[in-house]
């Protein structure tokens, strides 16, 4: 059993806002690879030759048998009950808001409802052109790469680096972020802005501050409280003590 300390189980029962900063982490125990550490994504491939605008005008191909790659291993897995965890959460309080900088879904089809996805969906396909949403097979075999009504080449509908990040999630997410009497920090390596200022919003508003990771990050000092381990061991526990 979890030892919690009495000012965070306090806060957990009595909140009413609650916001919730997911990264790669929570997917880990599902079997989606991280970006960094060890066994990260980032290790084996290049962040700069495949996650930017150039590397898709350099070479399309390449970048998209990256994603059409990581876009089938994350169909074949399932939520973990670090994610399953955080749909009981969602259902206790008034208001709860999920950010999340992951891109494989697996917070909605966990059953999460009120979802940010600050990074985009890999599920998903837009227009390099136009940003209209393209609903269809990607087909990259020579010749074969599915092109929009206006000319411009199909994309997965993710952020990539030095790109804007969707203007509906990232304002819903410093909303919710300032509004928090509660934040967690989960699965994230808290390197990468604007998501990683988010806890520190919360923070500098007033919120009780706690982030869950296997490893120290730089948001940890910063932290009120923080749990060494596996998110899908301690989140189910955080919400036995909730709901108990
Ligand atoms: P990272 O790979 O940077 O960090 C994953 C974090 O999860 C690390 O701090 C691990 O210690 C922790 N972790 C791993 N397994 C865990 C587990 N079972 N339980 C709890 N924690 C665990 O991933 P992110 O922080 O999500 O952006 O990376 C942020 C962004 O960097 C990504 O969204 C991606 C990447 O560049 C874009 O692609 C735009």
């Not at 052109?129 to 609903?135: A, I, L, S, Y």
């Amino acid at each position: 059993m979890l030892d919690l300390p009495d000012d965070f189980v306090k806060v957990l029962k009595s909140a009413t806002r609650v916001a919730v900063l997911t990264g790669a982490g929570i997917s880990a125990e599902s079997g989606v690879p991280t970006f960094r550490g060890e066994e990260g994504l980032w290790k084996k491939f290049r962040a700069e030759e495949l996650a930017t605008v150039e590397a898709f005008i350099t070479n399309p191909e390449l970048v998209w048998e990256w994603y059409l790659w990581r876009r089938q291993l994350m169909a074949d897995v399932k939520p973990n009950p670090g994610h399953y965890a955080l749909v009981e959460m969602e259902e206790y309080y008034d208001n709860f808001t999920l950010i999340t900088q992951n891109v494989d879904g697996l917070h909605r089809r966990a059953g999460s409802k009120n979802i940010l996805e600050l990074h985009g969906n890999i599920e998903l396909n837009k227009c390099f052109n136009c940003g209209r949403p393209f609903v269809g097979e990607v087909n990259i075999n020579a010749g074969a790469m599915p092109v929009c009504d206006c000319g411009g080449k199909i994309r997965p509908d993710v952020v990539w680096f030095g790109e804007m990040l969707p203007e509906r999630a990232i304002n819903g997410a410093f909303e919710a972020s300032t509004g928090a009497e509660l934040f967690f920090s989960v699965g994230t390596s808290a390197l990468v802005h604007p998501a990683a200022s988010m806890p520190v919003t919360a923070k500098q508003n007033g919120a009780y501050l706690i982030e869950i990771n296997l490893e120290p990050t730089p948001l940890t000092d910063y932290c009120d409280f923080y749990i060494h381990g596996k998110s899908g061991e301690i989140l189910p526990q955080i919400i036995e003590r909730l709901t108990k």
